[in-house]
């Protein structure tokens, strides 16, 4: 196993303990806004200060970018760490446990190693470019589901629950599949993705700390990342589609404006 993998599980490990403990008391939780149905706890700064701390001590010229603290380190360093300390705070302030602690590192803006940690679950999901991707050590695929009639998908779209959002593009391609399930926590279901739990997922301005290491869960279980026209803008524009070879491109066929 890479060694800044390695540091990588190790600092996740530790915030899920901090998670894992917080979750048996939440309602001594304090609560705040950063907007919109987007709510922060302590829990969250607590998680991302320990995961800090923990890739600081190994690596201490490596910059860090934060959802709780922004960026902390050169702009511009050949190494980045991207995390999510709590990705599913509203999931988990309601006992609801599907959240996930979220670390990847790029390398001159690529991403080279990911791990998504689900502590409720105790379910590591791990990967180094090249190498494939691993749930708790077994090697994990996307689907082999070919019928999109038959693929469950998971979404982060704006408005919960409204598939209209931004002009009804999403109608299409939600009526065409089995399913479509807003679980709240896109970096376990870009891991679900990458484990064939789901065939699909697709996402609307979305934060690079969503998307950085369950991106490369999803392609090194084969499977494709794109945005919306199908080309590799979805870091910057936020806008991610993820799924199995033949399961991707029918989402990405039914993203596209019909033809008068």
Known sequence: MHPMLNIAIKAARRAGTIINRASLDLERLNVARKG?????????????????????AAYPDHAVLGEEFGLQ????????????????????????????????????????????????RNELFTASRGSGTFLNDRRVRVSG????????LGA???????IDA??????????????VRRLGSTVL?????????????????????????????VQEAGGLVADFDGEQGWLDSGNVLAGSPKIFTQMLAALQPKQD
């Open 73 to 120: 380190g050169p702009d511009h360093a050949e190494f980045q760490w991207i995390i999510d300390p709590l990705d599913g705070t509203t999931n988990f302030i309601h006992g609801l446990p599907n959240y996930a602690v979220s670390i990847a590192l790029t390398q001159r803006g690529q991403v080279t190693q990911a791990v998504v940690y689900d502590p409720s």
């Open 145 to 152: 589901r070919a019928r999109y009639s038959e693929a469950l």
């Open 189 to 217: 279901d870009l891991a679900y993705v990458a484990s064939g739990r789901l065939d699909g997922f697709c996402g609307v301005r979305l934060k690079p700390w969503d998307l950085a290491a369950g991106s490369l869960l």
């Open 36 to 56: 919109p149905r987007d709510y922060v706890t302590e829990v969250d700064r607590a998680s991302e200060e320990s995961i800090v701390e923990t890739l600081h």
């Open 156 to 162: 982060h779209w704006p408005k919960s629950g409204d």
């Open 166 to 179: 931004g002009g009804g593009r999403f109608r299409q391609m939600s009526e065409g599949s089995t399913g």
